[in-house]
């Protein structure tokens, strides 16, 4: 059973600070890693992927990856009130391409 | 580019009942997927289809569960008869093929409530 598993949250910031947000996979197949914001009441949205070790910055994100600890994480620096939402990791192996799914961390920016 | 396309976007069934649910994926997209999300959990694929075949639905319950994807473009998922606990969001997604870099692109979701 492939597993992918999120700190449950809630996680509370304050506007402007470093909002820190962790993922660990069960399957050392993996290949690609993704992470999805889902505003209440919407559909998930794509904000970051990531494939190789390291980091990958884009704007306010930078995703994280160590294949060896099976560990990914996002970063989202100056965090906005409008970053509050649930974010998702999903975890892409194995070859019909499916994403797994963890179960969200809910993250709230306090202005 | 019109995005995947969902309809209804919300249904209230009492248990035992039937319903259908459709999905018009991006133009263009082989792969699709139904996605059921209960409150506070991530999404969990149900099926795969690549064009009008079945990838994988070895999630998908398929003694109340079913779903069909003819002329590999639209596809319906149904479920009957529905139980309590099939309240959920079911999230269609669609991808052109099963490259590895590719994105999943969702639809608005249906939202089902059993009562």
């Known amino acids: 059973q492939k597993e992918v598993e999120q700190n449950s949250g809630p996680l509370s910031v304050p506007e402007g600070a470093i909002a820190s947000l962790n993922c660990t996979y069960s399957d050392r197949v993996s290949q690609s890693f993704f992470w999805y914001r889902q505003y209440s009441g919407k559909s998930p949205e794509l904000i970051m992927s990531i494939y190789s070790n390291g980091d990958k910055e884009d704007g306010r994100f930078t995703a994280q990856l160590n294949k060896a600890s099976q560990y990914v994480s996002l970063l989202i620096r100056d965090s906005q009130p409008s970053d509050s939402a649930t974010y998702l990791c999903a975890v892409n192996g194995g070859s019909a391409r499916q994403l797994t799914f963890g179960s969200g961390t809910q993250l709230t920016v306090l202005p | 580019e019109a995005g995947v396309a969902q309809s209804p976007r919300y249904k209230i069934i009492e248990k035992r009942q039937s319903v259908a649910f459709w999905c018009n994926p991006i133009?263009?997209?082989?792969?699709l997927y139904w996605y059921q999300q209960i409150l506070g959990q991530g999404p969990k694929l149900l099926i795969q289809?690549?064009?009008?075949?079945?990838?994988?639905d070895s999630q998908l319950p398929k003694d109340r569960f079913s779903a069909e994807r003819l002329k590999g473009v639209d596809s319906t998922l149904k479920i009957q008869p529905a139980k309590l606990e099939d309240s959920a969001v079911y999230l269609c997604?669609?991808?052109?093929?099963?490259?590895?870099?590719?994105?999943?692109?969702f639809g608005p979701g249906t939202r089902l409530t059993v009562l």
């Open positions: 289809f690549q064009n009008n075949g079945v990838v994988d």
């Open positions: 997604a669609s991808r052109t093929g099963t490259g590895r870099w590719e994105e999943q692109f």
């Open positions: 133009s263009g997209h082989a792969t």
